[in-house]
C-alpha cells in the first residue's frame, strides 16, 4: 500500500488543520494507521492511531483533546484533525499503515511497513 500524506501548512497558534492520508495500491481496510511527527533535530514521535478494524483510537498525552484521528474507509483515508495548535506541534508529519500491526505496538515506529512522504506543519507564535 502506498501512502501520501497532505494538509500542512503555516498556521498561527491556536488555528488548525486537517491532515489527510491517502491510500493507494491496496485498501487500507484491515490495516492500523498511525500519525507520526519528527521536529528538526528531534526524533520521530507518536502523535495518534486507529486500529485495523477502526473502533478503536488512540492519541498521545500531548494532543489529546486537540487532535483527532478519524477514517474514512470508503475513500481510503485516514484524517487527523489539529485544532487549537501550539507552535510546539510544527513539525513534518507522516502517516504509517500496517495490516499486522499489534495494537499495544501502536506507538512505535518500526511496527509499521508502510510510510508516506510526509507534510510539513509550521505553527508560529
Known amino acids: 500500500v502506498q501512502l501520501q500524506a497532505s494538509g500542512g501548512g503555516l498556521v498561527q497558534a491556536g488555528g488548525s488543520l486537517r491532515l489527510s492520508c491517502v491510500a493507494s495500491?491496496?485498501?487500507?481496510?484491515?490495516?492500523?494507521v498511525g500519525w507520526f511527527r519528527q521536529a528538526p533535530g528531534k526524533e520521530r514521535e507518536f502523535v495518534a492511531a486507529i486500529s485495523r478494524a477502526g473502533g478503536g483510537t488512540s492519541h498521545a498525552d500531548s494532543v489529546k483533546g486537540r487532535f483527532t484521528i478519524t477514517a474514512d474507509r470508503a475513500k481510503n483515508t485516514v484524517y487527523l484533525q489539529m485544532n487549537s495548535l501550539e507552535p510546539e506541534d510544527t513539525g513534518r508529519y507522516y502517516c504509517?499503515?500496517?495490516?499486522?500491526?499489534?495494537?499495544?505496538?501502536?506507538?512505535?515506529?518500526?511496527?509499521?511497513?508502510?510510510w508516506g512522504q510526509g507534510t510539513l506543519v509550521t505553527v508560529s507564535s
Open positions: 495500491g491496496r485498501t487500507i481496510r484491515g490495516h492500523g
Open positions: 504509517a499503515a500496517d495490516e499486522h500491526i499489534i495494537w499495544s505496538s501502536r506507538a512505535t515506529p518500526n511496527a509499521y511497513d508502510h
